[in-house]
């Protein structure tokens, strides 16, 4: 009998041992997983800082929601727009950014669908494009929206490249957007 209890204690001890151990492995994975793109996006910066900080200098006006209402005016949503563009162009100059990522990119896109805007068509072109994570041509769209403004400077030279924008998201906007990447 105590050997039978012997074998059942060691065996249930084993168990223990082996779910708390993959229990750490998994926890250990998820955390991995989830800071890897900060990990990236820290460690692409790190290789030439002082570029980096002349960067994070030259944008001011940093907001991370866009602020729009339904009485937002169609100036309001194109100047949200130029500036959620700015982490993915090149641009000689740039003021003020606003995260371009899915919430942003569908409130914008509710504001202009309700609207009476005269640029309402074009807009909305845009915004389905970008709801469908298609932003091959976000310089033209930038400039498009930059020209609507009436911009005279920072017209939109390229698209920046991944590492140009993991460090722009980073400089400007913090972990907080890179980690739920």
């Given at each position: 009998?105590k050997t039978?209890k012997?074998?059942?204690?060691k065996r249930?001890t084993?168990?223990?041992s082996?779910?708390?151990?993959l229990?750490i492995i998994?926890?250990?994975s998820?955390e991995i997983?989830?800071?890897?793109?900060?990990y990236?996006?820290k460690?692409?910066?790190?290789?030439?800082?002082?570029e980096a900080v002349?960067?994070?200098?030259k944008?001011?006006?940093?907001?991370?929601?866009?602020?729009l209402?339904?009485?937002s005016?169609?100036?309001?949503?194109l100047?949200?727009?130029n500036k959620?563009?700015?982490?993915?162009?090149?641009?000689?100059?740039?003021w003020?950014?606003?995260?371009?990522i899915?919430?942003t990119?569908n409130?914008?896109?509710?504001i202009v669908?309700?609207?009476?805007f005269?640029d309402?068509e074009e807009?909305?072109?845009?915004?389905?494009?970008w709801?469908n994570?298609d932003?091959?041509s976000?310089?033209?769209d930038h400039?498009?929206?930059?020209?609507?403004?009436?911009g005279?400077v920072?017209?939109?030279t390229?698209i920046?490249?991944?590492?140009e924008?993991a460090?722009f998201?980073l400089?400007?906007f913090?972990?907080?957007?890179?980690?739920?990447?």
């Amino acid at each position: 009998m105590k050997t039978i209890k012997r074998k059942i204690s060691k065996r249930n001890t084993w168990i223990i041992s082996a779910v708390i151990g993959l229990a750490i492995i998994g926890i250990g994975s998820y955390e991995i997983y989830i800071n890897i793109g900060s990990y990236e996006v820290k460690q692409l910066v790190s290789e030439n800082p002082k570029e980096a900080v002349q960067q994070a200098a030259k944008i001011e006006g940093i907001r991370y929601s866009t602020g729009l209402t339904g009485s937002s005016t169609e100036d309001d949503v194109l100047n949200v727009m130029n500036k959620m563009c700015h982490q993915k162009i090149e641009a000689s100059e740039k003021w003020g950014a606003i995260p371009m990522i899915p919430d942003t990119i569908n409130a914008v896109y509710n504001i202009v669908e309700a609207s009476k805007f005269t640029d309402k068509e074009e807009l909305l072109q845009i915004l389905t494009k970008w709801k469908n994570n298609d932003f091959s041509s976000v310089d033209s769209d930038h400039n498009t929206v930059w020209q609507l403004e009436g911009g005279t400077v920072g017209k939109a030279t390229g698209i920046a490249t991944p590492k140009e924008e993991a460090e722009f998201i980073l400089l400007n906007f913090g972990s907080k957007l890179t980690s739920g990447k």
